[in-house]
């Protein structure tokens, strides 16, 4: 129906320019010409101005203007995006031959924003563009590699180093408690999700533009309030072919700074005995005989094993390697762009890998001077090998910190120890290694996103473009784990079993863009609007056995026992859109839009809401007593208000449900049927309205750039899901409740400057955001989310939103009249945590009524800075980011300096409470009980501080004189990825955020992040 | 012109806005029913009863840790490698329960997921069509048998609970309710078993064994006027049981065997079936000795939980001859790490075709708990045992192959009573709750705390020389009664606590 809809559009408008196309315009004195980009090719749409008079006019489709003047003579000023301006004397009744040269001035560049493009110049939303050529040879496995440190209010945290893994991504901090906070990607005007997933490839990015504000991304409506990160890949430019080939190897390594210090196998055995001694000690009162310990661990001295299991996991040397090819050209009338590139990552634990193929092919040509066409193809297969799940403490990274020391990786045969502790009051795990050896576990993501467009342009300023977006994802997964791979606390043999996936999503959409673009005198308007349509729909297939003859022969159909099952989701949305951006003399920016958009994941009387934006801006340095400041090339006064959404909940959250509930009656099977969630019709969207104030400087001819920023963001009706009492039959149900304010500022500068021959720039941003719980209007006004030996977040009226909650502790008993004297602990014994007494009745109670907010997850200010320079050949960069002022719960400590003896334990153990004489450090509990210990409490929080230097480059570029050298340039570039570290935080990444959502800030060990050194080469022919 | 041009988009987008038709965001999801057009029907009805039964299955796979665990029954196989256990399961056993527990959290949700369901099956039944009087009453009646057996447990478990018989108008409605003294639980709980008395029949067809019956109802109904105090309703009901067709097995173990499922002794049982994907039970998996691999379960991939594993004190309390310890207690299994017998429930040890399904059902209500019952309510009904009290009890013994009792007094008929219930019910999920019926709460804390002290000094499985913590097997009289898990408070903190937690 849609696309029925767009064709009787387009037909409406061609008879629309059909019409009108002939109208004749009156005569005067008058100039004439055509104007030209230095390729040749017509410039359309260049504003041409009388000087001193406020008429002007625009060029046609082939360049041709005529434009009528007082007098004999007058200066044109012909300004295009993109192009420098040009003043040209001519007289009346020339005809004038323009060829506009291709302006570097980042201020005449165009920038890409929501649906079309604006000049930066006219920019009065909060818009950042990243800058790539600082991360030209950066290893990038996943593109969102490429936004670290570079754009202020976009926080970029790599809190997994799985191979090929995505950056999380978060604009101007946390806008929502449940309905998701990923920007929404836009690749190629193409919403593609709020994930780019692995299957592109970085390389092929001309530019990243991320909107910010509200009148930036009002235009994407329900999605918007989260930013908006806008892709455009490369195209060819005007010239001859070039072909480009590069490739770059690396290896990757933990350094030992990063590392964990557990204990080894003697010192193990000792932390046992003395475990077991203490506690006759303790409870018994006396003095343990040596005969009574047990003897695996009687004897500590005499351990002859210790294997150091984190470091045995470790794939040292893990090659990174990259290689790319792209051949872009453009002449006549045809652009064209076509790229192969392969990534290959070997993870830095053993057995781990991503494989990322991709192949693009952009093609943009003109048929005639109206009518346009483009084609973007992109295929590309990721294939991630996971050897199963790594984050967390019941898998690979936490098992091999926790694993039992003593027990050696392989039997004195070769084959592996397989089974790790399990004996003498030992967690049992699965060898580590053999883990990540011997379990298949794989994924094959096949991506394809095509785009098309027709653009006709019709009555000089108008231009219609219908485009057809279509996104087609195979991910199939399995799983083997073989019967000889012991559970936790399960020795083998076990069963072996096998898991199959696969997840076919398609998505299309369709946009029908109608622009007016028109200069009167000192006017000039820009007019958009637009329809779209997008529909996902995603099938699920899935399989799992049990049960095999063997562990040879890793398919179904060997398996006894099978399960199986298949499913299918989607959603659709559609949306009418506008936009008018208004100059006025160069000087007074207007810009308004507004949304009306339906999303079938909302309730039947709910499913349309409105996002209106509207901003201005004021170029103070184009007034005429601005006129005398020579220095100041640039200033603007801009601001922005509007109203964005957020739909990142569940397919069919407004809708209740049955689901299956068996039953046997006479020995055969009856269908039962019970409900499984609760309904709320009036779902609806999360809407954040947003305001944006800033400016923008230019100064010394454009080498120094400054924006700052503020805003102030607040989400409504907040998505969320309420818990419930359970009397209700269910525990939570999802509603619109609640309130989140984001605000703060921010801050970039950019400096460039070439002294002789040495070119220097400094590229500088500092984000500061406070997010705030304003209002949960739930029958309880807070929402805890986690629990009570974990971490648990709390948001809450007046604080941060998943701010870490837990007992304060205090220190930890010295000895029993220290108990005496202090508020009432049930069962409290010399040695356990202190609590701080937060009711004041005097008794600590072991729920959560003593609790109070212990940390802050989130920063008081992030940064980057990137540094870089060029002298004759060479080039380097340096990039830097940090966080400053926020707090991290290390949960995995639960685990790491569990004082039961169950686990191994983090070095620092040796410090802890022994008895009166021997208290350790203060911060470390007895291990004769474990109450008043695991609660979450203060004694986990961290300072999460830390400054990175992510990345440093150097390279070479040389130029051959001689055109008789087959290659135009050669390139040759060194860098090193997650170079160092600079963090008073114990664990490996503080970065880490294994919850995430209205879990914030908390650490249970994530795959370990490597440093990276690459080498490159690059040709260009 | 521009006049024009307006009126043209006008147009076309009017055209399209007729395009966006509302069928285009109308999506539900495919893969299930939409619970606005169910329960229509009597076959959906059905489907609808069948689900709350189906639920009950995941009810009975947990309810050895609050019924069975914290009674001298039972104990745990104690696992020195793995602490996680300490502040869960493991402390029914030790008496250190608090409203963290995770196994009470996912209990209470469980139960109370269930009532939602039977309420919301009985207020959707009005709406229904084509649905005759006499299957409505039955429908009806199943769904209160239903309700009140899990009101019953909630409230002995925790004493005074929130009652809530309909389905919530709105979400907020939630945070409305208190906990209701336990004599109006008891109050609906007898109403909604009268109700189940007169609705359901006392047999049901081929196809439909398993459903709640009339004599279901009645056993129920005179458990809860037994623990109730009101003997005379509880001799009056339970004699009603006696003429409807129920009789001992001669086997004691046949009421335990998967061949003999829904046999002549069976009043209500929970179903399972190991050949029916996703409907098959496990419970000799959690109760196997930890390290006895396949020695129990028969699979040697197995590696069992060792929860509820038979104490000391109940392995020594069965008479000389008699043949429930044989069929109930499994002796025979050898630690591998200390040499020592570990011993486990044997009722639901069955062997099994395939590993980790078992097909054992799991008894709730039995006609020698009937009869057992009806002994006890007439011996305190009239202070003293008559013949029939007699006849009743010997029924039992004689089928158990131990000699008849006569000539007791009034106690020691309570005594004996108290011993027979123990064995011939052991492992079914009563103990607890008899102790707790048939002592005041004085008495309770001495009896457990002497139990307590036997345990913990004579461990039935060693703890290789890990000492107990000062706060194990302390029991105080408040925990009679199991604190209201700390969510439901964090979420309505106007709901009350269970004094003393």
């Known amino acids: ?1021 | 012109m521009r006049i024009i041009i307006i009126r043209l988009l006008a147009i076309t987008f009017t055209l399209s806005s007729v395009s966006c038709a509302k069928s285009y965001l109308n999506k539900t999801d495919p893969t299930k029913v939409s619970t606005d057009v169910f329960y229509k029907d009597a076959k959906q009805l059905e489907q609808a009863v069948n689900g709350v039964y189906g639920a009950l299955q995941g009810i009975a796979n947990d309810q050895w840790i609050t019924n069975e665990l914290p009674s001298d029954n039972t104990t745990i196989d104690f696992n020195p490698g793995d602490r996680g256990q300490s502040d869960r399961i493991e402390a029914f056993e030790f008496y250190t329960i608090n409203a963290n527990s995770t196994n009470l959290n996912s209990s209470y949700i469980n139960y109370y997921n269930s009532i939602y369901n039977a309420n919301n099956t009985l207020a959707k039944m009005q709406g229904a069509t084509g649905l005759s009087d006499s299957v409505k009453a039955v429908n009806e009646g199943q769904l209160k048998f239903i309700r009140a057996y899990l009101y019953f447990e909630l409230t002995q478990y925790y004493g005074d609970v929130i009652l809530i018989t309909q389905p919530l108008d709105k979400p907020s409605d939630a945070w409305t309710y208190q906990r209701e003294k336990q004599e109006n639980v008891y109050a609906q709980i007898e109403s909604d078993l009268k109700d189940a008395v007169n609705d359901l029949p006392v047999k049901y067809q081929a196809g439909h064994i398993g459903r709640a019956t009339k004599g279901a109802a009645l056993s129920l109904l005179g458990k809860v006027f037994l623990t109730e105090k009101k003997y005379s309703d509880a001799v009056t009901t339970l004699n009603q049981v006696l003429p409807l067709g129920y009789d001992l097995n001669d086997d004691y173990a046949d009421a335990f065997n998967p061949q003999k499922k829904n046999g002549i002794e069976s009043v209500f049982e929970i179903q399972y079936d190991a050949a029916i994907d996703g409907e098959w039970s496990s419970f000799i998996y959690t109760f196997a000795p930890r390290l006895s691999a396949g020695a129990v379960t028969g699979w040697s991939q197995s590696n069992p939980g060792g929860w509820n594993i038979p104490t000391n004190d109940i392995i020594n309390t069965y008479e000389a001859g008699d043949k429930r310890k044989d069929a109930s207690i499994g002796l025979n299994f050898q630690s591998p790490v200390t040499g020592l017998t570990v011993p486990y429930i044997k009722k639901y040890a069955h062997p099994h075709a395939v590993y980790g399904r078992t097909d054992d059902n799991w008894p709730v209500l039995r006609y020698s708990d009937v009869l057992l019952m009806l002994a006890e309510a007439i011996n305190e009904q009239d202070n003293n045992p008559t013949t029939d009290a007699y006849t009743y009890l010997n029924k039992v013994r004689h089928r158990a192959g131990l000699a008849d009792v006569s000539g007791l007094s009034y106690q020691s008929f309570k005594d004996t009573l108290a011993h027979e219930r123990r064995v011939e019910l052991a492992f079914e999920n009563w103990r607890w709750f008899d102790l707790k019926r048939t002592m005041t709460p004085a008495e309770l804390t001495t009896f457990i705390n002497n139990y307590a002290a036997k345990e913990k000094a004579n461990p039935t499985v060693t703890r290789q020389g890990v000492p107990y913590s000062n706060t194990d097997y302390v029991f105080s009289q408040y925990e009679a009664l199991f604190p209201i898990p700390a969510n439901e408070i964090i979420v309505n903190p106007k709901l009350t606590q269970t004094p003393g937690y």
């Open chain 1, 1 to 1021: 129906m849609k696309n029925k809809h767009s064709l009787l559009q387009l037909f409406c408008f061609t008879g629309l320019w059909l019409l009108f196309s002939s109208i004749a315009q009156a005569q005067s004195p008058q100039v004439s010409g055509s104007i030209k980009d230095e390729t040749g090719a017509a410039v359309q749409g260049a504003d041409i101005i009388i000087k001193g008079s406020a008429k002007g006019v625009q060029s046609g489709p082939t360049g041709k203007f005529t434009i009528p003047i007082q007098g004999a003579s007058a200066t044109l000023i012909i300004s295009h995006v993109g192009f420098a301006t040009q003043e040209i004397p001519a007289s009346a009744g020339s005809t004038q031959e323009i060829v506009l040269k291709r302006n570097a001035s980042a201020l005449n560049d165009v920038v890409v924003i929501g649906y079309g493009t604006q000049r930066r110049r006219e920019v009065t939303g909060a818009v950042a563009v990243v800058d790539l050529a600082a991360t030209k040879d950066v290893p990038v496995a996943n593109p969102t590699r490429l936004l670290v440190g570079q754009a202020p209010g976009v926080t970029v945290r790599q809190a997994t180093g799985r191979p090929g893994g995505e950056f999380e991504i978060n604009v101007r901090g946390l806008g929502s408690l449940g309905a998701g906070s990923a920007p929404l990607y836009v690749v190629d005007g193409f919403p593609v999700g709020t994930s780019l997933g692995q299957n592109f490839n970085g390389s092929d990015i001309e530019n990243i533009t991320i909107l910010k504000d509200a009148v930036s991304t009002a235009i994407y409506g329900a999605r918007g309030s989260n930013g908006v990160v806008l892709i455009t890949t490369k195209n060819g430019k005007p010239g001859a072919p070039v072909l480009n080939v590069s490739s770059t190897y690396g290896i990757q390594n933990i350094p030992s700074g990063r590392k964990v210090k557990m204990l080894d196998g003697q010192e193990f055995a000792q932390f046992k005995k003395d475990i077991f001694m203490d506690k006759i000690r303790y409870f018994e009162n006396r003095e343990p005989d040596i005969t009574e310990v047990p003897l695996d661990y009687r004897y500590p001295e005499q351990v002859k094993t210790s294997t150091n299991w984190f470091d045995a996991t470790l794939h040292d040397n893990a090659p990174f390697s990259n290689y790319y090819a792209s051949l872009s050209q453009g002449n006549n009338n045809i652009h064209s762009f076509l790229s192969a590139g392969y990534t290959r990552q070997e993870g830095i634990l053993l057995n781990t890998k991503f494989d990322n193929l991709s192949v693009r092919g952009n093609i943009d040509g003109k048929v005639n001077d109206n009518i346009s066409m483009g084609l973007r193809v992109n295929a590309d297969l990721a294939s991630n090998n996971l050897a199963q799940a790594t984050e967390g403490r019941d898998n690979i990274v936490g098992a091999s910190l926790i694993a039992d020391p003593r027990d050696p990786i392989r039997n004195p045969d070769g084959s592996y120890f397989a089974y790790i502790g399990g004996h003498d009051g030992v967690f049992g795990f699965a060898n580590p290694v053999m883990s990540l050896t011997d379990i298949q576990s794989r994924s094959n993501i096949g991506q394809m996103v095509a785009n098309a467009f027709i653009e006709i342009s019709f009555l000089k300023n108008f231009k219609f473009k219908s485009s057809l977006n279509g996104l087609l994802n195979y991910n199939s997964y399995k799983q083997f784990v073989p019967s000889y791979i012991p559970g936790e606390n399960a020795p083998p043999p076990r069963y072996a079993s096998e898991t199959d996936q696969q997840i076919n999503t398609r998505n299309y959409s369709t946009d029908q863009l109608l622009t007016y673009n028109n200069t009167f005198g000192n006017h000039r308007i820009n007019v958009l609007i637009g329809y779209t349509a997008q529909d996902e729909k995603t099938t699920t297939l899935n399989a799992g056995g049990t049960q095999y003859a063997n562990d040879l022969t890793p398919f179904l159909g060997s398996a006894a026992l099978k399960t199986n099952g298949s499913g299918e989701y989607g959603w659709s949305l559609d949306a009418f859109f506008g936009r008018i951006n208004f100059v006025f003399a160069e000087k007074y920016l207007f810009s308004g839009s507004f949304r009306r958009e339906g999303s079938s994941r909302f309730g039947e009387n709910v499913k349309y809401g409105n996002f209106p934006a509207l901003s201005a801006g004021w170029r103070i340095s184009n007034e005429k007593f601005m006129s005398d400041i020579s220095w100041l090339s640039d200033l603007k006064l801009r601001g922005s208000w509007g109203i964005t959404g957020n739909n990142g909940i569940p397919n069919y959250g407004s809708l209740a449900f049955m689901s299956n509930n068996n039953y046997v009656l006479d020995n055969n099977l009856v269908r039962g049927q019970v409900v499984s969630n609760l309904p709320n019709p009036t779902l609806k969207w999360e809407r954040s309205g947003q305001l944006d104030l800033g400016v923008d400087l230019a100064a010394f001819r454009d080498k120094l750039t400054f924006t700052a920023e503020y805003y102030n963001k607040i989400t409504n009706d907040m998505l969320l899901s309420i818990p419930l009492p359970a009397i209700s039959g269910f525990t939570s149900y999802l509603a619109n409740i609640g309130k989140v304010q984001n605000k703060g500022f921010e801050f970039a500068a950019r400096y460039k400057t070439k002294v002789h021959s040495v070119g220097l720039w400094v590229n500088g941003n500092i984000s500061i955001n406070r997010n705030k719980v304003l209002a949960i209007n739930g029958p309880n006004d807070q929402l805890l989310a986690g629990d009570f030996y974990g971490g648990y977040n709390i948001s809450r009226p007046g604080s941060p939103i998943g701010a870490i909650f837990g007992f304060r502790m205090l220190g930890v008993f010295k000895n029993q009249a220290d108990i005496d004297k202090s508020p009432f602990q049930d069962g409290a014994i010399p040695g356990v945590y202190k609590y701080y007494d937060a009711d004041h009745n005097d008794t600590i109670s072991y729920d959560t009524k003593d609790m109070v907010q212990i940390g802050n997850p989130w920063p008081k200010f992030t940064y980057g800075l990137s540094i870089g320079g060029d002298f004759k050949h060479f080039d380097f960069s340096v990039l830097i980011n940090g966080a400053q002022g926020y707090d991290i719960y290390r949960v995995i400590e639960a685990s790491t300096m569990n004082m039961d003896g169950v686990f191994n334990v983090l070095e620092e153990s040796k410090q802890r409470y022994r008895n009166e004489q021997n208290p350790g450090n203060g911060r470390l509990a007895t291990t004769n009980t474990w109450k008043w210990e695991r609660e979450s409490n203060s004694r986990y929080i961290y300072s999460g501080s830390h400054m990175w230097i992510k990345n440093i480059s150097i390279g070479y570029t040389f130029n051959p004189a001689t055109p008789k050298l087959m290659f135009k340039s050669l390139r040759l570039y060194a860098s090193g990825d997650n170079m160092f570290l600079f963090t008073k935080y114990p664990g490996s990444n503080p970065e880490v955020n294994n919850r995430g959502g209205i879990n914030p800030g908390l650490d249970d060990e994530a795959y370990p992040l490597a440093r990276t050194f690459t080498f490159g080469v690059n040709f260009t022919f």
